[in-house]
């Protein structure tokens, strides 16, 4: 598994040729070590993880290797559905919101958000897959990137400045300047990408 928290393998290949190859044990690329490490290492203030992937159009919260719902799942699911209604408002762009199962159903093994919140109890867990729906895939056009950017960063500032009752403050503070200024909390961006050969 590339990030396991002894989960069931499902929606994996043990398959080294396969698209879906999880390899041989957790932590087995220097890649998932490396962001392990890190997370390890600053796990102890961590309220978000957000995680970026292409491509469908979703928000994907944990867990997804579950078809039942994690402990906070409703008030994450709340604040993903304000963050996709800024995102659509923005260019139009439509986003899901739930977990694997109930987005594009089907269950899967070895994500990385999905090993923080267990292993770490971090409560905000969303997993972004970007633009678009199918139509170019993970070929998105030169011309959709700035969008893209522009929209998702309308979504991360709604995230970020949400209070819930267990969150008083929100993580990202609003400024005059309509800028980032600090930050409360450790937050992880994790990037995937696909590359074509």
Same mark, same amino acid.
């Given at each position: 598994?590339?990030?396991?928290?002894?989960?069931?393998?499902?929606?994996? *290949?043990?398959?080294?040729?396969?698209?879906?190859?999880?390899?041989p044990h957790a932590f087995s690329e220097p890649e998932? &070590?490396?962001?392990?490490?890190?997370?390890?290492?600053?796990?102890?203030?961590?309220?978000?993880?957000?995680?970026? @992937?292409?491509?469908?159009?979703?928000?994907?919260?944990?867990? #997804?290797?579950? $078809?039942?719902?994690?402990?906070?799942?409703?008030?994450?699911?709340?604040?993903?559905?304000?963050?996709? *209604?800024?995102?659509?408002?923005?260019?139009?762009?439509?986003?899901?919101?739930?977990?694997?199962?109930?987005?594009?159903?089907?269950?899967?093994?070895?994500? *990385?958000?999905?090993?923080?919140? $267990?292993?770490f109890n971090v409560p905000y867990v969303v997993t972004?897959?970007?633009?678009?729906?199918?139509? @170019?895939?993970?070929?998105?056009?030169? &011309?959709q990137i700035l969008p893209t950017c522009k929209e #998702?960063?309308?979504?991360?500032?709604?995230?970020?400045?949400?209070?819930?009752?267990?969150?008083?403050?929100?993580?990202?503070? &609003?400024?005059?300047?309509?800028?980032?200024?600090?930050?409360?909390?450790?937050?992880? %961006?994790?990037?995937? %990408? &696909?590359?074509? %050969?």
């Open positions: 598994m590339i990030f396991s928290n002894g989960q069931v393998a499902v929606g994996v *290949s043990g398959k080294k040729s396969s698209e879906t190859y999880c390899g998932s &070590k490396a962001m392990a490490d890190f997370v390890l290492a600053n796990s102890r203030d961590l309220k978000f993880y957000l995680a970026f @992937h292409a491509y469908g159009q979703y928000m994907i919260l944990p867990y #997804t290797h579950l $078809k039942g719902h994690s402990e906070n799942y409703d008030d994450v699911h709340e604040m993903g559905l304000k963050a996709a *209604s800024q995102i659509a408002g923005r260019y139009g762009t439509q986003y899901e919101v739930g977990t694997a199962y109930d987005t594009v159903g089907y269950m899967t093994s070895g994500v *990385s958000g999905c090993w923080v919140k $267990k292993s972004f897959e970007l633009r678009d729906q199918g139509q @170019h895939g993970f070929a998105l056009p030169p &011309k #998702t960063m309308d979504g991360l500032i709604s995230l970020l400045t949400h209070k819930t009752d267990k969150l008083k403050d929100p993580v990202l503070p &609003k400024t005059d300047r309509g800028d980032m200024i600090y930050i409360n909390h450790v937050i992880l %961006i994790f990037i995937l %990408i &696909k590359l074509f %050969i």
